[in-house]
């Protein structure tokens, strides 16, 4: 099995799948197919997310167990470290992830991969920093963002039902009625855009690793659940 397709069976189903990466239609051939909903909220089981255009997330159960209540995302805005820290990740593993994105940063943009990934792991080496330990939290987050997704989805999907059922009781707030409607959508896509952006920057971090070396990490950890 190519790497590609290990990467693609493992872990694609948090990552942000940009076009012309993966999905072509030979690969995707025997996929289940994407099955369009209500296009005013465009949720869609077993769809990865596509950064930036304005769809939002399966409304399927999260792939992740909060231990507490996650924050409220006003206006779109995410808090990512209250989404981590409600997903169980603690600043030391949080930490991890923003020190190798800290350093990937640093490097010139014509560093060759090779040495780059050299400078990278020596680096990490002496801040006593275990790759498979970072590329675990890295995934961690990932998971609680799509946890984080798909909750504001479906409690968006339930104020869409509950608001349309009160328009055809109260004709006269109509109006009133569909106004808060949008706002949720809208910020509901905010948060998906938001946290998608944020599940690309993490993506790099992981895809610099090698995505042979992801998959084991997500394989053998029990913190990391594989996409059926």
């Known amino acids: 099995m190519s790497e590609k397709k290990n990467w693609h069976s493992t872990v694609l189903g948090w990552f942000v799948v940009k076009e012309g ?23 869609r ?3 990865a997310h596509r ?17 507490k209540d996650v924050p409220a995302s006003p206006g779109g805005q995410v808090d990512f470290d209250g989404v981590f820290a409600a997903a169980d990740i603690d600043d030391e593993e949080r930490g991890r992830v923003t020190k190798a994105k800290e350093l ?15 400078i990278v792991e020596a680096s990490l080496k002496a801040f006593g920093v275990p790759i498979d330990k970072i590329i675990e939290a890295g995934v961690q987050e990932i998971q609680a963002l799509e946890g984080y997704i798909r909750l504001g989805a479906n409690d968006t999907s339930k104020l869409i039902d509950e608001s349309q ?4 009781t109260y004709e006269e707030d109509i109006r009133r009625i569909r106004t808060i409607m949008e706002e949720r959508v809208a910020e509901q896509q905010g948060v998906m855009k938001m946290c998608n952006d944020k599940k690309l920057e993490i993506q790099a971090v992981l895809e610099f690793f090698g995505r042979d070396a992801v998959a084991k990490v997500v394989r053998d950890s029990p ?6």
Not at 21 to 43: F, N, T
Request: hydrophobic share 35%.
């Open 21 to 43: 990466e993966d999905g072509s239609p030979d690969e995707r051939a025997g996929e289940e197919p994407e099955v369009a909903q209500d296009p005013a909220v465009g949720l």
């Open 45 to 47: 089981p077993n769809a």
């Open 51 to 67: 950064a930036g255009d304005g769809s939002t997330a399966p409304a399927a159960p999260s792939p992740v167990t909060f231990v």
């Open 104 to 118: 990937l940063s640093a490097l010139p943009d014509g560093t060759d991969p090779a040495v780059k990934k050299q």
């Open 165 to 168: 059922q009160r328009i055809v």
């Open 223 to 228: 913190k990391l659940i594989e996409p059926t």
